[in-house]
Nanobody, 128 residues
Framework: QEQLEESGGDSVQAGGSLRLSCAASGLPFSGGCLGWFRQAPGKEREGVAVVYTGGAGSTYTSTYIRDSVKGRFTISRDNTKNTLYLQMNSLNPEDTAMYYC????????????????WGQGTQVTVSS
């Protein structure tokens, strides 16, 4: 059964750091995209960062991070462990949201509507 399980969310003070992890298993495709999305109360879900890797035999990798978190967030993927990470530094209250991990068989950028596999989310709360 396909499954995406996020972990690492917590409550931190502004300026702090967190590292989110997403363990993927049972996906019916190799490679493809894994991404981080977030949704704050009263706001629409938005893409944070995604990484795409080719399937077996491919070395192609592409990464995209939304402008508002560039320089603060870093996305990485351990293909051997099939685990996605999001290192978040210099957190501010505007980063407070439920963070979701999502997957798809191709590259869909930061548009959440394009992804068809989702985790349950992990809460990130940043206080002043």
């Amino acid at each position: 059964q396909e499954q995406l399980e996020e972990s690492g969310g917590d409550s931190v003070q502004a300026g702090g750091s967190l590292r989110l992890s997403c363990a993927a298993s049972g996906l019916p495709f190799s490679g493809g995209c894994l991404g981080w999305f977030r949704q704050a109360p009263g706001k629409e879900r938005e893409g944070v960062a995604v990484v795409y890797t080719g399937g077996a035999g491919s070395t192609y990798t592409s990464t995209y991070i939304r402008d508002s978190v560039k320089g603060r967030f870093t996305i990485s993927r351990d293909n051997t462990k099939n685990t996605l990470y999001l290192q978040m530094n210099s957190l501010n209250p505007e980063d407070t949201a439920m963070y979701y991990c999502a997957a798809g068989p191709s590259y869909y950028g930061l548009n959440p509507s394009r992804y068809n596999y989702w985790g349950q989310g992990t809460q990130v709360t940043v206080s002043s």
